[in-house]
């Protein structure tokens, strides 16, 4: 883990959709959008974030997730020049830059594909692609997708071509500032193939970050597997909301157990929304619950991250349709003074806890523990050694009266805090306490 990770947290952001590019790069002429970004620079540093998690900014047919020019700037989004003005001015205020690498697919205008489809089985790059030829050199081969999209075409990993391609692009934009990769889809490429991959770019960046998509499975064992630093943790993502709703807060401590096997392990990325997913406003049905997602995303253990638009309470459901991920991945103003003024708070909110986040950095590997549990109530430490952490929750309608062992002031929330060592949380209620000894009972 290389020394700054454990103080980022990202502020995610997808361009496409952020800067109301054309749906498809066919009907688009150029245009300098990129640069647009460096207007919202200061508002992510005021909000807390410490980098900027970018989606896919390569040239692309249609959504960005299917490339065709792993070197190039989409022309939607603009150009070299573009970038690094972005990436200069990023770093102006403290803000790295995350890149979104698709490395397990291409789209089908991806000049290698393109020279199969022309030249057939005999083509040099025929061996970058999982083909099948059923009906003879001069048809359209049969190929391996993602996840059964003909536009997406999945690579072959065990092709050193297509090794060499990768750890080309990750260098190459490493060189020009980037700090580290989001490796989309990596759960669908063998680990093998990363850890071929990622000897090579650490020996040339070994600050790098670089965290994989994966969904569910044996996290650790992929980390392990593949010599990457983190995956994406969706499972705790799923625990937060879902106990939420179903005021079932067993679910979430269970989902802490497994988290803290975790990060015996690694760190992961955690987050309560990303551009794949329904944003956590809508997700919740009950409202004043959005604080209790935002102190657990912030009082864990993981290298938090903040979809854009969250941090306003933005709402959007993802539908399982074509055009169905449009509503979480809207287009935004050209500044943040065009924002509706009633997401305001909840920006504040999220500035309250990164701050909270940020004075305590050991919380980055912190472990927890749950002190009192049932169904709509939650008191959990949160400890590295021997500093310490309370957070209090409640989904009930009632003031709910917990143990809280050596509770200090409060630092987030509301809750009073009584001598005999218990805290009232309001209904509906948090809270996140100091601590006054070594260790709570």
């Keep these: 883990m290389t020394g700054w990770v454990p103080h980022a947290i990202w502020w995610h952001v997808y361009p496409l959709g952020f800067?109301?590019?054309?749906?498809?790069?066919?009907?688009?002429?150029?245009?300098?959008?990129?640069?647009?970004?460096?207007?919202?620079?200061?508002y992510a540093r005021d909000l807390g974030a410490s980098g900027l998690a970018l989606g896919p900014v390569f040239a692309s047919e249609t959504h960005g997730y299917d490339t065709v020019d792993h070197f190039r700037i989409d022309p939607r989004l603009g150009d070299d020049a573009d970038f690094d003005a972005l990436v200069a001015a990023a770093g102006e205020r403290g803000l790295r830059i995350l890149l979104d690498g698709v490395f397990n697919h291409v789209g089908r205008g991806f000049p290698a594909f393109q020279r199969v489809l022309a030249e057939g089985p005999s083509a040099p790059t025929a061996s970058w692609f999982r083909l099948g030829w059923p009906n003879g050199p001069g048809a359209e081969p049969e190929y391996a997708t993602f996840e059964g999209h003909p536009q997406l075409v999945a690579l072959a990993h065990d092709e050193p071509a297509?090794?060499?391609?990768?750890?080309?692009?990750?260098?190459?934009?490493?060189?020009?500032?980037?700090?580290g990769w989001r490796l989309d889809a990596a759960y669908a490429v063998p680990p093998s193939f990363w850890a071929q991959v990622v000897p090579r770019v650490r020996?040339?960046?070994?600050?790098?970050?670089?965290?994989?998509?994966?969904?569910?499975?044996?996290?650790?064992?992929?980390?392990?597997?593949?010599?990457?630093?983190?995956?994406?943790q969706y499972e705790l993502w799923k625990a937060i909301w879902s106990s939420l709703n179903d005021a079932n807060l067993f679910e979430l401590s269970a989902a802490f157990d497994r988290h803290d096997a975790l990060l015996d392990a690694f760190v992961p990325l955690t987050f309560v929304g990303n551009h794949d997913v329904t944003r956590i406003a809508s997700r919740l049905t009950d409202e004043r619950h959005l604080p209790h997602a935002l102190a657990v995303l912030f009082t864990v253990g993981g290298t938090p991250s903040v979809y854009a638009g969250d941090e306003q309470a933005f709402r959007g459901v993802k539908e399982d349709r074509a055009g169905g991920d449009d509503a979480v991945r809207p287009a935004f103003p050209d500044t943040p003074d065009g924002l509706a003024p009633f997401g305001w708070p909840t920006y504040r909110l999220h500035q309250d806890l990164i701050g909270?986040?940020?004075?305590?950095?050991?919380?980055?590997?912190?472990?927890?523990?749950?002190v009192e549990l049932d169904n709509r109530r939650l008191c959990y430490e949160v400890r590295d050694g021997d500093r310490a952490l309370l957070v209090a929750l409640n989904l009930d309608d009632a003031p709910a009266d917990l143990p809280a062992p050596s509770a200090g002031e409060v630092l987030a929330g509301e809750a009073s805090v009584r001598p005999e060592g218990r805290v009232?949380?309001?209904?509906?209620?948090?809270?996140?306490?100091?601590?006054?000894?070594?260790?709570?009972?």
Excluded: K
């Design 356 to 370: 909270l986040r940020r004075r305590h950095p050991w919380l980055h590997r912190a472990r927890t523990r749950v």
């Design 19 to 42: 800067l109301g590019a054309e749906p498809r790069a066919a009907d688009a002429p150029p245009v300098h959008r990129l640069r647009r970004i460096v207007d919202w620079l200061d």
């Design 424 to 441: 009232t949380v309001p209904g509906h209620g948090w809270a996140v306490l100091s601590t006054t000894d070594q260790r709570c009972a």
């Design 203 to 232: 020996a040339a960046h070994p600050d790098a970050y670089l965290v994989g998509e994966v969904i569910h499975g044996d996290y650790a064992g992929f980390v392990a597997g593949s010599g990457i630093d983190a995956v994406t």
């Design 162 to 179: 297509v090794v060499d391609h990768v750890v080309a692009v990750m260098n190459h934009w490493l060189d020009r500032g980037a700090a």
